[in-house]
C-alpha cells in the first residue's frame, strides 16, 4: 500500500473536509451527561470546530457549535459540568442548555435585535446504544443508523449500558492519524510488540500464523474476531485478579457463554475466542468482550499530530474485591497500549524520512487496507 496519504499535507486537508466534517463522529457517552444541564465540551481541530454537547429540558442530548452569537468567542470553555444557563464570558450573553438565548446585558442599545434568532447554532446529534455522535454537515446525507448499517444488529443485545465505570486515557503523538488507527486495527503485532504485557496471548496453538477467527468487511466498516489462546497460564495477581471479576486476562474459553452473545460477537463461536474489534469508519474502534468494552477514538489534528483518547468500560464494582480486578485491569491495559503508542511516531518518522515507498500489508492486516479503500472512496467523491 503506498504511503503518501501519511505524510501528505494536502490529503490531511482534503480529509478535513471531505471526510470529517461530512460523517457522523463518535463525541462521547450518555452517560458523561445523565442529567438537565449536565454538558461537556470536544474540541475537534480537524473540522476546525468546538463542539458543546448538553442534556436539554426535555432530557435529549443535543450537540451545538460553541461559539457565542455576539462576537464568536468560544462560550463553554470547561471541560465538563453541569448549569442551567452558560454566560460568555466576554460580554455575558446567557444560554440554556437547549441552546436558546436568553440573556443580553444592554439589550435595549442592539438595533431590530431578534433574541429568539440567536441561539446557538444546532450540530446534527444523534445516539446509538449510549454512543453520542455528531455529524457538522448542514444537512448529514444519511441518519446515523443507516450510516453503521451492519452494525447495529450485529452488536443488538450487547449491555452497553451496564459497563458503566469508565477509564479514560489519551495520548498526543507526533504522528498522522491513520498510524493511531492502524496502531488498533490489526492483531499481526501482538505475538511480537506484547510479548511482555501479553505474552501468548493472541497465539493460535494449532496454526501459528492464523491469529484471526472471521473478518468482515462491511460498506464502510469493518470486523476482526481475534482468537485467544486458552492455555495461556495467568500470573499470581491475574489469577487473583481474575476471581473478582473483570481483569484483562479472562476472557477466554471456558469463561464465555458464547450463546448468550450478540448475533455479531464471536461470530464463529469459537471456544478460543478472544474478542471483537468493530472498526466504525472513520476514527472509532469499538472491541465489546465478554466482560468489558474498549474503544479507541483516533482524532486528527494536523498532518503529523493526532489524539489517542482510549476508553475502558466497566460494570460498577460492588465491594473492594471488585475494584482491586478493576484497578488491575486499568493498569494491565494501560501498559499494553503504552507498547502500541511507543512505536507510533517512530513509525512517522521512518515514513516520513522517504525511505519506503510502500507498506508491505499480510492478508491478516486487511482491516487497514479496506479503511484507506473508503478513504479514498470519500476523497473520490463515492460518497
Ligand atoms: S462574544 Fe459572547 S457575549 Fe460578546
Ligand atoms: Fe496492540
Not at 482534503?14 to 451527561?33: D, K, M, P
Request: proline share 5%; net charge neutral.
Amino acid at each position: 500500500m503506498p504511503i503518501k496519504q501519511y505524510v501528505s499535507k494536502e490529503q490531511f486537508e482534503q480529509e478535513r473536509q471531505r471526510i470529517f466534517r461530512r460523517v457522523w463522529l463518535n463525541v462521547g457517552r450518555v452517560e458523561e451527561v445523565p442529567r438537565e444541564g449536565d454538558y461537556f465540551v470536544k474540541d475537534l481541530p480537524v473540522c476546525n470546530a468546538s463542539i458543546l454537547v448538553s442534556r436539554g429540558r426535555e432530557g435529549a442530548v443535543q450537540g451545538f457549535h460553541n461559539v457565542c452569537k455576539h462576537r464568536g468567542n468560544k462560550l463553554v470553555w470547561d471541560e465538563r459540568g453541569s448549569s442551567l444557563s452558560h454566560a460568555c464570558k466576554f460580554h455575558g450573553w446567557t444560554y440554556t442548555p437547549d441552546g436558546q438565548l436568553i440573556g443580553v446585558p444592554e439589550e435595549d442599545m442592539f438595533f431590530h435585535f431578534e433574541k429568539q434568532k440567536c441561539g446557538l447554532t444546532p450540530v446534527a446529534t444523534e445516539v446509538w446504544e449510549g454512543f453520542i455522535f455528531i455529524n457538522l454537515a448542514p444537512q448529514p446525507q444519511e441518519t446515523l443508523r443507516e450510516y453503521l448499517g451492519e452494525v447495529v444488529d450485529l452488536l443488538k443485545g450487547y449491555p452497553f449500558s451496564k459497563l458503566t465505570t469508565c477509564y479514560a486515557y489519551t495520548l498526543d503523538l507526533k504522528a498522522n492519524w491513520r498510524i493511531l488507527r492502524d496502531s488498533q486495527l490489526e492483531g499481526y503485532h501482538a505475538k511480537f510488540l506484547h510479548r511482555r504485557s501479553l505474552p501468548g496471548f493472541l497465539v493460535n496453538k494449532d496454526d501459528s500464523s492464523r491469529h484471526l477467527l472471521d473478518v468482515k468487511l462491511f460498506t464502510r466498516h469493518s470486523m476482526l474476531s481475534l482468537y485467544g489462546n486458552p492455555d495461556r497460564k495467568p500470573t499470581p495477581t491475574q489469577m487473583v485478579a481474575h476471581r473478582f471479576g473483570t481483569s484483562v486476562d479472562n476472557r477466554f474459553g471456558a469463561a464465555v457463554d458464547v450463546d448468550r452473545l450478540p448475533v455479531g460477537l464471536n461470530p464463529t463461536r469459537s471456544a478460543n475466542w478472544a474478542f471483537d474489534l468493530y472498526f466504525i469508519f472513520p476514527n472509532f474502534h469499538v472491541l465489546p468482550m465478554s466482560d468489558m468494552l474498549i474503544t479507541h477514538n483516533m482524532w486528527p489534528v494536523a498532518a503529523d499530530r493526532g489524539l489517542w483518547e482510549a476508553r475502558i468500560y466497566l460494570p460498577a464494582a460492588e465491594n473492594g474485591a471488585e475494584w482491586f480486578s478493576r484497578e488491575y485491569a486499568k493498569c494491565a491495559i494501560r501498559d499494553t497500549w503504552l507498547e502500541d503508542g511507543s512505536t507510533i511516531e517512530n513509525t512517522q518518522w521512518g515514513l516520513t524520512s522517504g525511505v519506503i515507498t510502500h507498506q508491505f500489508l499480510q492478508d491478516q492486516e486487511l482491516a487497514i487496507r479496506h479503511a484507506e479503500k473508503v478513504v479514498n472512496d470519500y476523497l473520490t467523491g463515492a460518497y
